[in-house]
């Protein structure tokens, strides 16, 4: 049974910082690529970041570009999301996704496992 656990979501104010974990079970996750996706009140969920299931390769949406990074300990099964420099627009219900092979991707079509999802919220 694949689980994904995401942990670290929380309130912050404007300009601080959370790292969001998601831990993996159940699946070959050094061979899968991880995405983190985020879905506001009233919006539709919406691509983060991505990273290859090596850890070499890592992609953002322009929004976020400076500001978060994603990173992976295979390890451990688990990928990260360090948020920098948070604003009330980051606002959401974050969830990380297991791709359905190696590489990143940017649609959510291309996830075959998604986490619960964890809420965070910046507070101007």
């Known amino acids: 049974q694949v689980q994904l656990v995401e942990s670290g979501g929380g309130l912050v104010q404007a300009g601080g910082s959370l790292k969001l974990a998601c831990a993996a079970s159940g699946l070959a996750f050094s061979s899968r690529g991880m995405g983190w996706f985020r879905q506001a009140p009233g919006q539709e969920r919406e691509y983060v970041a991505a990273?290859?299931?090596?850890?070499?390769?890592?992609s953002y949406t322009d929004s976020v570009k400076g500001r978060f990074a994603i990173s992976r300990d295979n390890a451990k099964n688990t990928v990260y999301l360090q948020m920098n420099s948070l604003k009330p627009e980051d606002t959401a219900v974050y969830y990380c996704?297991?791709?359905?092979?190696?590489?990143?991707?940017?649609?959510?079509?291309?996830?075959?496992?998604w986490g619960r999802g964890t809420q965070v919220t910046v507070s101007s």
């Open positions: 990273v290859s299931s090596g850890g070499g390769v890592t």
């Open positions: 996704a297991a791709a359905s092979g190696s590489t990143l991707y940017t649609s959510l079509l291309r996830y075959a496992y």
